[in-house]
């Protein structure tokens, strides 16, 4: 009965541990992140123009660019060229780390059954978010 006991009781010690720990690890990679922040990804025509004059001046490597107009901040990700076209940019992530915002990007290439030319691609994104002072790491 004794050993029973202990064994019992060193599985629960065991479970309370693993719960304890399981948790304080979501809320240290929650931590980590940081709040969520609101955008929108823009279409090109939707783009401050000198913005785009830029961008298209920048866009034959890879780039990381900022623009404030009166209202909004827009971001910029560019990957820069390559060799066929099919790319695309997902953002994974825009959030707030303190004093900074950060705002992660990857890239991902043709799908294995989709048609793609040999023509040089740029790809890039750009994503607009209310105007602020914080400043911007970019993460790809």
């Not at 009166?70 to 940019?89: D, H, K, M, P, W």
Request: a neutral charge; glycine letters at 8%; aromatic letters at 12%.
């Amino acid at each position: 009965m004794k050993i029973r006991r202990n064994v019992f009781f060193v599985a629960l010690t065991a479970l309370v541990t693993m719960s304890i720990w399981l948790t304080a690890c979501g809320q240290k990679e929650e931590a980590k992140k940081g709040k969520d922040w609101d955008y929108t990804v823009v279409p090109t025509t939707d783009c401050p123009k000198d913005f785009l004059a830029e961008i298209e001046k920048k866009k034959i490597n890879p780039f990381q660019m900022t623009y404030d107009d009166g209202e909004y901040r827009y971001l910029a990700v560019g990957y820069g060229e390559q060799e066929t076209n099919g790319f695309s940019i997902r953002v994974q992530g825009l959030y707030e780390k303190g004093e900074t915002l950060c705002m992660e990007t990857s890239l991902a290439g043709p799908g294995e059954d989709q048609i793609v030319s040999n023509k040089k691609s740029y790809p890039f994104i750009v994503v607009k978010t209310h105007k602020t002072e914080k400043k911007v790491e970019f993460l790809t």
